[in-house]
């Protein structure tokens, strides 16, 4: 090897002591090679700093180690969060992930995915998407796809997601049976099939029907949960309870509530979901639903090996969630009413 030139092939073969095929079959791993010819390789790799060829291999392989993730908005922490828990599965499963956000366009969507196609990912990873169901059948004939978060999708691509319909049933109960009246809904609703928000509302609206109690929808738009909130506080005399959609909207609420000299727990009951690490600050204590950030990267990621490997059948994994209680929705003095909204 010539001073400061990058090492090849040869190079490490001639360390190793093998020949240049048997680094490139290492290089491809290929299990046709010896574990003691293997181990030879990797270390004289190490030693020389050796980076494969990632075009050359691929052209051999039919397989380019790289992962597109494309979320639909990283504004939402939970979003941002699953991003990372991403990244590190893909690294561990040897992957190279590329992360496209494309807020909340369609067209950017689209454009985002025909770029990674361009590329020949190995696999898609759509959070959230919102793209129609010709579109992602189109795109998962394509290439190895799993959507993650939404219960719904063409038959020839792979699902992830939480029981949202159950979980956001839960947090309702929960706060009923806290004495908050009455419960209102807090969140989005993307009219997307099987998106997450119709089924968090369809949960919502199951337990307030099972308990007798009217059910109250209030859909957010840009920068509006002050408004909604201030309105509610206005007009309900009782110390309500707010299910919003996710961690991002409960804490909205809660500023609007510390606004107006109202505080969750006590003066009223406020529940998120995802669990994000906002809602575990020090001092915030946000009751919140756990739908496992983990789970959902580690289970997306073995999904596109699993394709690579050879599976064809279509997978669906419905991820278990657990209800956080902290004091957000912790009534410290239940007889109490509600303090007065401060006047502004």
């Known amino acids: 090897m010539a001073g400061g030139s990058r090492p090849t092939q040869a190079d490490v073969a001639r360390l190793a002591g093998v020949s240049r095929q048997t680094v490139s079959l290492v290089v491809l791993d290929d299990p046709r090679v010896s574990p003691r010819s293997r181990a030879a390789v990797t270390s004289a790799m190490a030693q020389l700093n050796y980076r494969p060829n990632v075009a050359a291999r691929a052209l051999v392989s039919h397989h380019t180690g790289f992962l597109g993730i494309v979320f639909s908005d990283?504004?939402?922490?939970?979003?941002?969060?699953?991003?990372?828990?991403?990244?590190?599965a893909a690294d561990r499963l040897g992957f190279v992930p590329f992360i496209s956000p494309v807020g909340q366009s369609a067209d950017e969507e689209k454009v985002a995915i025909n770029r990674f196609t361009e590329m020949a990912v190995d696999g898609l990873i759509l959070v959230s998407p919102l793209s129609d169901n010709t579109t992602l059948e189109a795109v998962g004939a394509q290439v190895p796809t799993v959507i993650v978060t939404r219960n719904s999708g063409p038959a020839n691509v792979d699902l992830v997601h939480a029981d949202d319909r159950a979980s956001a049933a839960q947090v309702t109960q929960h706060l009923l049976a806290a004495g908050y009246d009455p419960v209102v809904f807090l969140g989005y609703e993307r009219r997307i099939k099987g998106d997450s928000s119709l089924a968090r509302i369809d949960g919502y609206r199951a337990a307030m029907r099972r308990a007798a109690r009217a059910e109250q929808v209030q859909i957010v738009t840009q920068g509006g949960v002050p408004q909604i909130v201030g309105g509610l506080a206005a007009s309900l005399t009782h110390g309500f309870g707010l299910v919003c959609h996710n961690d991002l909207i409960a804490l909205e609420a809660w500023a609007a509530l510390a606004e107006l000299g109202l505080e969750p727990g006590p003066d009223v009951g406020v529940a998120g979901f995802d669990d994000t690490g906002m809602a575990r600050f020090p001092g915030v204590g946000l009751t919140s639903v756990n739908n496992g950030?983990?789970?959902?990267?580690?289970?997306?990621?073995?999904?596109i090996s699993q394709r690579l490997a050879g599976r064809t059948a279509r997978r669906e994994v419905v991820l278990p969630t657990h209800l956080i209680v902290r004091r957000s929705t912790l009534r410290d003095?239940?007889?109490?009413?509600?303090?007065?909204?401060?006047?502004?």
Request: hydrophobic letters at 40%; charged letters at 25%.
């Open 74 to 88: 990283l504004a939402n922490p939970f979003h941002a969060e699953l991003a990372e828990a991403l990244r590190a």
């Open 293 to 303: 950030t983990t789970g959902f990267a580690d289970t997306a990621v073995e999904m």
């Open 333 to 344: 003095e239940p007889d109490r009413p509600p303090r007065p909204a401060r006047q502004i």
